[in-house]
């Protein structure tokens, strides 16, 4: 298994420019996550998706847009770059257990070797 | 909201052992990991508490108190290759189920 994988592996943009982060998983994994890493800050969850067609925001999702058509794919999209959201991103992806209609508990996260994305 | 903290940084020597400590306010607390992260790499897990207590993994034990918002990392033996940021996450009940908020991370040297 190649478990995640992410590419580009690096990127540099110019601030106005759009561009998609690719994100892939051959785990069978339902819940799959993005995170952007910034110094003395920690990991910060801008989407994740608990199945194919189900995505919902996390805690700084502004500027990015994401999908999940497949199970093993789910795509980043920057829409508009700007130098604020210059930083490292991460996907993750993790089995999900059904607790009760409609709400999943996820477990371990695995993660892919992320992106370093420069917005000049 | 949802809050994390640990320290920045710690410095210990080879050989030795070291405490993390976590710290964490959230609203429907499910469970906490604990992730090694070493410069330039990815997070790799390195253990889960759900329930009050220490769980231990080789040189690796983590422990939980839910009452007192309250995890430790304790690493025994520390090797060199230990030298990397341990970041603590939390996850807590969102829309459709459970996601995960993590601290800052704690930067860890070990010194020869």
């Known amino acids: 298994n190649a478990g995640v994988t992410q590419t580009p592996k690096f990127q540099v943009l110019k601030t106005g420019q759009s561009m998609t982060l690719q994100c892939a998983q051959d785990m069978n994994h339902e819940y799959m996550s993005w995170y952007r890493q910034d110094p003395g800050m920690g990991l910060r969850l801008i989407h994740y998706?608990?199945?194919?067609?189900?995505?919902d925001q996390g805690e700084v999702p502004n500027g990015y847009n994401v999908s999940r058509s497949t199970t093993e794919d789910f795509p980043l999209r920057l829409l508009s770059a700007a130098p604020s959201q210059t930083s490292v991103y991460f996907c993750a992806s993790s089995y999900s257990i059904l607790v009760r209609e409609g709400r999943y508990v996820a477990d371990t996260q695995y993660f892919g070797p992320g992106t370093r994305l420069t917005v000049l | 909201g949802q809050n994390i903290d640990q320290p920045t940084e710690m410095t210990a020597t080879e050989g030795a052992i070291v405490q993390i400590n976590c710290t964490y306010q959230t609203s429907g607390f499910n469970g906490l990991f604990w992730y090694q992260q070493h410069a330039g790499e990815a997070p790799t897990f390195l253990s889960y508490n759900v329930l009050d207590g220490l769980e231990e993994k080789g040189r690796f034990s983590s422990f939980l108190s839910r009452s007192k918002g309250y995890s430790y990392l304790l690493l025994k033996e520390l090797q060199m290759k230990d030298s990397a940021s341990y970041l603590c996450?939390?996850?807590?009940?969102?829309?459709?189920?459970?996601?995960?908020?993590f601290g800052p991370g704690t930067r860890l040297s070990v010194l020869p």
């Open positions: 996450a939390v996850t807590h009940s969102d829309n459709y189920g459970q996601n995960f908020v």
């Open positions: 998706s608990v199945g194919a067609g189900i995505t």
